[in-house]
């Protein structure tokens, strides 16, 4: 059991921080954002997360940089910043026609109610992410009776665990194309339940795309949409040389939902695999066209929506800073006055550099969100005084933490407010420090109409997703 170490300082805004005399400079960090905005087809524009990445993502990124450069566009008559978000609104809304408002669909999987919820929800965290454009050369698919729709008494080319038919059914009750699916009832037990499909030839060290859809309700447990790989036809357990997982989370998937596995290569000695509809838990849910597709050739660019579903168990949350920010946003805003002690409890967390939580614990490195996150929140509750030294030289620490040359601010520093040497600049980060540095009147997201203070809290939610689930994945492998 790994025990969370806490500094507690007697008193933050005793805490003396010298800095170089250059500030954060507004300008230029607009700038970075404008030339992250790149046009990757045709008259398609969206942020990069940063300069080096070939990925676009529809999410924090996007919904933030156009907000901020929305608001500076107006504010300065820009037209280079208003033209940007004009892009990325256009985009987003004609091309993907996901709205802008929005910010991410994650946002309708995890919420309801439009509040940000702790306790309803327990274990990891989970995502999945459709890929909704791109330029890469995909080979044929792999899984024959792929829409599950052939077949008389079954479905041809597909096996089941179940031999009562209880929790393996070939379904007519659900279907995404056509009039059959398959349906999988989870009731806990000491064996996964599962639909199989047929083996399939592969070729070593090539890498592969598997998806399908699903849509019904996950109580509880273990779901999965799993690849196995065999160096023989017959499946058995002594042919299998691994197998690679995509977890299906908690949660009502009330339309048609894409679960996707992306890049996975074979192993060396791999010449067949299949995949497995599975579960081990509570819940009922159906699949439908199925795909495993070999890579042939990675493209210039793949645009994803990632879709997130954040389940944080309490009291875990409390051991991660950003959390109990989000959740004094959550609770000042719906005027529940525990946001008291979560903030308390955050400011212990605070040495005067950085926060101390789980997630420094595991790096040694502070986060720079969480820093602009502190101050928005301090900010938005009216507590700048309880953390003045900080709030009063903000300017000044962003400015070390900021590129002079390209002007984005990076992901991570160490003490003394060093820029972490191995940390690369980025969108969301640079968004965030853009709110951190306003002046009081301009938190929240007051000027533009459509946007209230709780999806100000929900769009903010969306940085901590990122880095929760990807932690929290990488401890269950």
Partial sequence: MTTLQVFNPPNIASVKCEFSSEEFDESKALDFMVSSLTNYNGDKWLCREHNKSTTYWIYNDNALAFQILSYKGNETNNSTLNKAAENISRTIKNDYRIPIMEGNDRIEVIFKNQTISFSPYSSAGYHFSPIIDH????????????????????????YFSDPSGNRTQWSTEQ???????????????????HWRSHVFSVSPFKNYLFRCYVNGTVQSGEWYLTIR???????????????NHTQIGTGDYVNWTQIIGFNFTAPPTALF???????????????????VQEITNGGSYIVRNDLKHLQVPDPDFKDYADLLLFGVLDRYNRNDSSWMSLWENAMKMFNGTGFIDKAFNATGKFDTYKLALFIITATIINETQAIS???????????????????GVVTHYLQNFTPNPDATENIETTCLTIYACL???EIPLTWIPEFSTWL?????????????VGKKSKSSK
């Avoid at 903000?394 to 002079?404: A, C, E, P, S, V």
Wanted: hydrophobic share 35%; glycine share 8%.
């Fill in 229 to 243: 790989w065999f160096n023989a036809s017959d499946p058995t357990f002594e042919n299998q040389i691994s197998i």
């Fill in 175 to 193: 279907s995404r194309n056509g009039s059959h699916s398959l349906k999988l009832v989870g009731n806990f037990s000491k064996d996964f339940w």
């Fill in 389 to 407: 030294e900080i709030y009063n030289t903000r300017k000044q620490i962003f400015g070390q933490l900021q590129n002079k040359t390209n002007g």
């Fill in 456 to 468: 100000l809290v929900l769009v903010f939610l969306s940085i901590l997703t990122t880095i929760i």
């Fill in 439 to 441: 002046h009081d009147p």
């Fill in 135 to 158: 330029d890469m050369q995909l080979g044929k698919n792999l899984v024959m009776n792929s829409g599950v729709e052939n077949g008389s008494v079954y479905p041809e080319y597909w």
């Fill in 273 to 291: 695999a299949d995949i497995l509809f599975q579960c081990n838990g509570t819940g009922t849910l159906y699949a439908d066209e199925f795909e």
